[in-house]
């Protein structure tokens, strides 16, 4: 018996110790996560928002039984344990009939096998039931932010969207594909456990329940100083984190002004700011670890001690104590379980919450109930009818007055005026982007508030200044412009945009894989590809934003005859600081403080002496000294 005592004892200090380290490491994996204490990091301590994935849970019903009831069969297995155990000490260590120990060992292992399959296929069917809810919960989000419309990125960082997608949808499947079905176990398990140490023991039951809020109020209130201690570690760190990401996506700049050091001194700053506040909060940590453990492995010893007594008195029986003793240290190790669990259920109820923050946004600019159809392919008959906006979030300044603009089918008319005149918010109103504070913008008549802002960007091509190019192939990039172009058409594309040329010299041609944000390339390389994703799109309105800007002489050349090929039969709007690329536009409309204040072409418009002849002859005469001063130079060499 005090054999058996001792064994018991060791096996419970072993367990609650091995369960608090258990906790901690699981602490520590949150924390590298960042998902408790980022400074993004969700806060709330109610589980409701979790309600949000009951659609998604609803769509494998089947599944989600399946797991319900191999979450309840291990835990009814593990509950069988103790009595098995009791039995076979109390019957057969009693006697002296070998075939009855080996029946009892029999039972002992089919019991372990039940419980180790129920235990396999719980694992199983919840994990796997988790990945496939946070993939739905991913696409959707993906989804729903692709529709949003871009006055909400005007305001939104980018890097926090990302980590909704990444780090919250983490901890969401944390909780659906392991946390939810431990607590419903240690849930389980706790009243099982306890209700059958009642039916055991009563009188020991006083002793360990009466323990159990010794244990658990000193826990909550370290819990929290841990919390607290744990946060500032991970928001020290995660403004290391941001400031790292920025540093590598800059590389070539920090490189450029030799910033290597102070880079790395910044970051390992921060790094040890971190390592301060994490080591206080494993100090705190360490010392919440030793109470609980003195406290559970006291109550264990006072249980045995009394036990013991009545072991010797008769009272109980050395098997009833042994049951009694897993009873409690079940209970104990659920009861542990439960507390831990439920803060990693709140944590990933914050994830949640944030995640249906995202699918309950609307976008703003949006198709209506009943949208006008537009033809399958318009005229091309622009108009700004009175036009004025204001972006939100900004100073409410209007960026465009009652701008008035009638542009006809197959017309190309170029925009120019100084820098922040409202040329490129023409261009965001006519591809719905925005929608105008005042008065309307048309296409063939058709007010475009009326239309699925889809078809509005179908009937456009663009070509921007700032040329956006994929981690992808150059064919898939180009291919952009026209998910379902083959190889050949693309080719085409590439060759009327003098492309073909560059990329035939790349390793794989067409296939090579062009590195993020197109670092491989050059700026003149990066819009030729721009320029074929338009031409391969071949809608009838064409927008050209400073989309020769980036070429040198000789393939601005090449592009300007591949536009001007480009743009015949078709309305063409060109934002253009370089005015020669705009001499031969029908058209020049001069933009100044949001007002079109000069129209007409070139030489009308230099002899009137306003503003255009104004940047004309700066351009002009500066291009002129330029290019004077080069050749003097290229004769003294």
């Known amino acids: 018996m005090n054999r058996f005592a001792a064994a018991s004892l060791e096996a419970a200090i072993c367990y609650s110790s091995g369960q608090l380290e258990i906790d901690s490491k699981r602490e520590f994996k949150l924390a590298r996560y960042g998902s408790e204490s980022s400074p993004d990091a969700p806060r709330s301590r109610s589980v409701r928002p979790l309600a949000a994935l009951a659609p998604y849970l609803a769509r494998y019903k089947p599944r989600v039984a399946a797991a319900l009831f191999a979450l309840l069969g291990a835990a009814a297995t593990t509950l069988v344990l103790p009595i098995a155990i009791r039995r076979m000490i109390d019957n057969g260590f009693g006697t002296d009939d070998p075939a009855l120990i080996n029946n009892y060992f029999s039972v002992l292992i089919v019991v372990v096998a039940a419980l180790a399959s129920f235990s396999a296929l719980r694992y199983y069917l919840v994990t796997s039931l988790g990945e496939r809810i946070v993939a739905d919960v991913r696409a959707d989000v993906f989804s729903h932010l692709t529709r949003l419309s871009p006055a909400f990125f005007d305001q939104a960082k980018s890097g926090e969207m990302v980590s909704r997608l990444t780090a919250d949808t983490t901890q969401v499947k944390s909780a659906v594909g392991a946390s939810a079905s431990i607590a419903m176990r240690n849930l389980v398990m706790f009243l099982g456990a306890s ?66 050091g102070h880079a790395s001194r910044r970051f390992t700053g921060s ?18 670890t030793a109470f609980a453990i003195f406290v559970i492995a006291s109550s264990v010893v006072a249980v045995l001690w009394i036990g013991a007594s009545d072991v010797f008195s008769g009272r109980t029986t050395a098997g009833e104590l042994g049951q009694f003793l897993l009873y409690s240290i079940f209970a104990a190790g659920a009861l542990g379980e439960l507390s831990q669990v439920w803060g990693e259920i709140s944590l990933a109820a914050g994830a949640a919450e944030r995640l249906a923050e995202i699918l309950k946004l609307e976008p703003e600019i949006a198709a209506p109930e009943n949208p006008v159809k537009l033809p399958e392919r318009v005229t091309g008959a622009v108009k700004f009818d009175e036009v004025s906006f204001a972006y939100k979030g ?47 913008v048309s296409i063939d008549g058709i007010d475009l508030k009326a239309c699925d802002p889809k078809d509005v960007r179908g009937q456009i091509a663009l070509v921007p200044q700032d040329t956006v190019v994929f981690g992808a192939t150059a064919a898939e990039n180009i291919a952009y412009g026209r998910t379902d172009a083959g190889i050949e058409e693309i080719r085409k594309a590439a060759e009327a945009a003098a492309a073909a040329d560059f990329i035939s010299t790349m390793k794989d041609g067409y296939d090579t894989v062009i590195g993020e944000r197109g670092v491989t390339l050059s700026g003149g390389q990066r819009q030729r590809i721009a320029i074929a994703r338009a031409i391969l799109k071949d809608a009838p309105i064409l927008l050209l934003d400073e989309a020769t800007s980036a070429l040198d002489a000789e393939s601005e050349t090449l592009v300007q005859a591949a536009l001007e090929r480009l743009m015949e039969g078709r309305t063409t709007l060109v934002i253009a600081h370089r005015l020669a690329t705009v001499l031969k536009a029908d058209r020049i409309i001069v933009m100044d403080e949001g007002r079109i204040v000069e129209t007409g072409r070139h030489d009308e418009l230099v002899a009137r002496g306003g503003l255009y002849a104004k940047l004309a002859k700066l351009q002009f005469e500066t291009g002129a000294q330029a290019f004077n001063g080069e050749s003097r130079s290229s004769a003294a060499e």
Request: charged residues 20%; proline residues 5%; aromatic residues 6%.
């Open 195 to 260: 209700s059958m140490m009642v039916v055991t023991s009563p009188r020991l039951s006083l002793v360990v329940l009466g323990a159990i809020p010794i244990i658990v109020l000193p826990l909550i209130a370290f819990g929290r100083s841990v919390r607290r201690k744990s946060r500032h570690a991970q928001d020290t760190l995660a403004d290391a984190s941001a400031y790292a990401s920025e540093a590598i996506g800059a590389i070539r700049t920090l490189q450029a002004f030799t910033n290597e």
């Open 271 to 288: 790094v040890e700011e971190a390592f301060r506040a994490a080591r206080s909060a494993i100090r705190a940590r360490a010392f919440l």
């Open 394 to 440: 900004g100073s409410d300044v209007p960026v465009l007055h009652d701008v008035e603009l009638d542009v006809k089918p197959g017309e190309t008319v170029a925009v120019v005026g100084p820098s922040g005149a409202g040329k490129s918010t023409l261009f965001h109103l006519l591809m719905r982007f925005y929608d105008p504070t005042a008065g309307r």
